[in-house]
């Protein structure tokens, strides 16, 4: 493949208790993980394939990216990214499509790094100074105990981590349960911080939405400067009118994206005014590559960025913007976002009063540890 060498494995990580949204039930993480080798230097990129369907992904980085860029000049990385592309036309140029692009691009931005010596966030023009992050959580889990008291537990150890902005989960419940949970987060935050509702695409329509809004928001009560930091995914990600008349009719404001793929999608988004902050997720809507793209766009519009999971990548993104607000981070201890389990203790993010340390290794500054990988049985 113009001089590079591409291997995928998928890794499913389980998760060690029952866990779920307000769509499903958790039992395993999918990732993806592709490494390209060029001169005996090798790149790392990964994707979230979901609970299931990691075999998906990988098959169409072997069987279908692979031979779209064999002809390509390794060097050139965006021109890589529009093969691929291209590639995808008849098979969909989404959903599996576009995390396997994901990954094969990140890990050609990770070699960039390395070649020349670089983190990624400084090769993208970033500095190394540490980023504001939020805990996030707050899922259901039934073995936690009463909902209300569950999520204010873990509030009070997400501030004991250093935190002071949290998001939980809501629209697994009815909306006076996660109404109560809200109450309990906002209390255990006892006036400082700011607290993301994430509802997973949960309600079924605007009135629907727009009612549950209305009581988290009293839930919340006027606190100053605690209350409800944003809204997010309340509706189908396909819904974007919807989520732009749901952004007119209530106070929280509206965040969305983490499913949308490509700058087109998020172009849409910008233009109807559908959320005031976007979610892109490099492991989803196309890589490092991509990622840029829209960053640049929400740059030229004023519009708030807040990447949705993979801080190990997302770090060094928003050092390279200037409309970033906050990065997710998952404590791996919640056995939540569990991709950390493969990755070398040492190459962890790390952390310290609420902000993350952006890794100073060349590329992105991961390595995954095969000791972990062999206990799982991930192999090439």
């Given at each position: 493949?113009?001089?590079?060498?591409?291997?995928?494995?998928?890794?499913?990580?389980?998760?060690?208790?029952?866990?779920r949204?307000?769509?499903?039930?958790?039992?395993?993480?999918?990732?993806?993980?592709v490494?390209?080798?060029?001169?005996?230097?090798?790149g790392?990129?990964?994707?979230?394939?979901?609970?299931?369907?990691?075999?998906?992904?990988?098959?169409?980085?072997?069987?279908?990216?692979?031979?779209?860029?064999?002809?390509?000049?390794?060097?050139?990385?965006v021109?890589?990214?529009?093969?691929?592309?291209?590639?995808?036309?008849?098979?969909?140029?989404?959903?599996?499509?576009?995390?396997?692009?994901?990954?094969?691009?990140?890990?050609?931005?990770?070699?960039a790094?390395?070649?020349?010596?670089?983190?990624?966030?400084?090769?993208?023009?970033?500095?190394?100074?540490?980023?504001?992050?939020y805990?996030?959580?707050?899922?259901?889990?039934?073995?936690?105990?009463?909902?209300?008291?569950?999520?204010?537990?873990?509030?009070?150890?997400?501030?004991a981590?250093?935190?002071?902005?949290?998001?939980?989960?809501?629209?697994?419940?009815?909306?006076?349960?996660?109404?109560?949970?809200?109450?309990?987060?906002?209390?255990?935050?006892?006036?400082e911080?700011?607290?993301?509702?994430d509802?997973?695409?949960?309600?079924?329509?605007?009135?629907?939405?727009?009612?549950?809004?209305?009581?988290?928001?009293?839930?919340?009560?006027?606190?100053?400067?605690?209350?409800?930091?944003?809204?997010?995914?309340?509706?189908?990600?396909?819904?974007?009118?919807?989520?732009?008349?749901?952004r007119?009719?209530?106070?929280?404001?509206?965040?969305?994206?983490?499913?949308?793929?490509?700058?087109h999608?998020?172009?849409?988004?910008?233009?109807?005014?559908?959320?005031?902050?976007?979610?892109?997720?490099?492991?989803?809507?196309?890589?490092?590559?991509?990622?840029?793209?829209?960053?640049?766009?929400?740059?030229?519009?004023?519009?708030?960025?807040?990447?949705?999971?993979?801080a190990?990548?997302?770090?060094?993104?928003?050092?390279?913007?200037?409309?970033?607000?906050?990065?997710?981070?998952?404590?791996?201890?919640?056995?939540?976002?569990?991709?950390?389990?493969?990755?070398?203790?040492?190459?962890?993010?790390?952390?310290?009063?609420g902000?993350?340390?952006?890794?100073?290794?060349?590329?992105?500054?991961?390595e995954?540890?095969?000791?972990?990988l062999?206990?799982?049985?991930?192999?090439?």
């Amino acid at each position: 493949m113009g001089g590079l060498s591409v291997t995928v494995r998928t890794a499913s990580i389980p998760l060690a208790r029952p866990t779920r949204i307000s769509t499903r039930v958790l039992g395993a993480r999918e990732f993806v993980l592709v490494s390209v080798e060029r001169d005996g230097m090798v790149g790392t990129g990964y994707t979230y394939a979901g609970t299931s369907g990691g075999s998906v992904v990988a098959g169409m980085v072997r069987e279908v990216l692979v031979t779209a860029i064999d002809s390509c000049d390794p060097d050139d990385i965006v021109g890589i990214w529009e093969a691929m592309f291209q590639e995808s036309l008849l098979i969909g140029r989404r959903g599996a499509a576009l995390r396997a692009m994901s990954a094969v691009d990140m890990a050609l931005w990770d070699l960039a790094g390395k070649r020349a010596g670089l983190p990624l966030a400084v090769l993208l023009g970033g500095s190394l100074q540490p980023l504001a992050a939020y805990a996030s959580g707050g899922y259901y889990r039934p073995d936690d105990g009463e909902w209300a008291d569950a999520v204010a537990r873990e509030i009070s150890e997400n501030r004991a981590a250093g935190f002071t902005d949290h998001k939980i989960k809501v629209g697994g419940l009815s909306v006076a349960d996660d109404a109560r949970r809200v109450a309990a987060a906002i209390a255990a935050m006892e006036g400082e911080g700011r607290l993301a509702l994430d509802a997973n695409n949960a309600y079924r329509s605007v009135a629907e939405a727009a009612k549950a809004a209305a009581a988290f928001e009293r839930a919340a009560g006027d606190t100053g400067d605690t209350g409800l930091w944003w809204f997010e995914e309340p509706l189908s990600p396909e819904d974007v009118s919807g989520h732009a008349r749901l952004r007119d009719r209530i106070q929280t404001p509206i965040a969305t994206g983490e499913i949308a793929q490509t700058r087109h999608e998020f172009r849409t988004i910008i233009e109807l005014g559908a959320a005031d902050i976007i979610q892109p997720d490099a492991g989803v809507l196309g890589g490092v590559t991509e990622y840029m793209r829209v960053v640049r766009t929400a740059e030229t519009f004023g519009v708030q960025v807040a990447p949705h999971w993979h801080a190990n990548v997302h770090v060094h993104l928003a050092a390279a913007s200037t409309t970033g607000i906050t990065v997710e981070h998952f404590e791996l201890s919640k056995d939540i976002y569990n991709f950390e389990r493969i990755v070398t203790p040492e190459t962890r993010l790390a952390y310290s009063g609420g902000m993350l340390t952006i890794p100073d290794r060349p590329g992105i500054g991961i390595e995954f540890d095969q000791q972990a990988l062999d206990e799982l049985g991930v192999a090439v």
